[in-house]
């Protein structure tokens, strides 16, 4: 029917023509209470945002000259960051002239690859980035 004659059949009951589907050909109208569709509408876009995961980044920093023991507990703390579900950004950061060992950076960088395979898989490779040399950990699916 024309939408002329739809608004006119919506107005005649007390109620709205509501475009509920533009894309469609011939476009989709309904005559309902606008302001119960709006609370129907919000309402479904917050049940599907409680039901949405949101991921966090969480940083794990480290020195090139990290002892055992701080490096143990550093690498323990991210297993549980991954098996929350949530991403772990390893960095060492390097202070004056430590830039000039980068390959301390990149073994300790390594060795956490090989510590954390069982509980994540590697997103980005080891870079350096001005003083820090990072690696981020995804969660295994």
Same mark, same amino acid.
């Not at 309902?32 to 949405?52: L, M, T, V």
């Not at 590697?122 to 820090?132: K, N, S």
């Given at each position: 029917?024309?939408?002329?004659?739809?608004?006119?059949?919506? #107005? =005649? $009951?007390?109620?709205?023509?509501? @475009?509920?589907?533009?894309?469609?050909?011939?476009?989709?109208? #309904? /005559?309902?209470?606008?302001?119960?569709?709006?609370?129907?509408?919000?309402? #479904?876009?917050?049940?599907?945002?409680?039901?949405?995961?949101?991921?966090?980044?969480?940083?794990?920093k480290f020195r090139p000259a990290t002892d055992e023991h701080?490096? *143990?507990?550093?690498?323990?703390?991210?297993?549980? /960051? &991954?098996?929350?579900? *949530?991403?772990?950004?390893?960095?060492? $950061?390097?202070?004056? $002239? @430590?830039?000039?060992?980068?390959?301390?950076? &990149?073994?300790?960088?390594?060795?956490?690859?090989?510590?954390?395979?069982? =509980? %994540?898989?590697?997103?980005?490779?080891?870079?350096?980035? %001005?003083?820090?040399?990072?690696?981020?950990?995804g969660p295994k699916k």
């Amino acid at each position: 029917m024309t939408p002329q004659k739809a608004l006119e059949i919506a #107005r =005649s $009951r007390g109620y709205d023509l509501v @475009e509920v589907a533009p894309q469609a050909v011939p476009p989709v109208c #309904r /005559i309902i209470d606008f302001g119960k569709y709006q609370y129907e509408q919000k309402k #479904r876009a917050h049940e599907a945002k409680k039901k949405q995961v949101v991921i966090e980044v969480k940083e794990i920093k480290f020195r090139p000259a990290t002892d055992e023991h701080d490096y *143990n507990f550093k690498m323990k703390h991210a297993k549980e /960051i &991954l098996a929350d579900g *949530n991403k772990v950004k390893a960095t060492v $950061r390097f202070r004056g $002239r @430590e830039i000039t060992h980068k390959e301390l950076g &990149l073994q300790l960088l390594d060795r956490l690859e090989k510590d954390l395979a069982e =509980s %994540g898989t590697v997103e980005f490779r080891p870079r350096l980035e %001005g003083m820090q040399m990072m690696v981020v950990f995804g969660p295994k699916k």
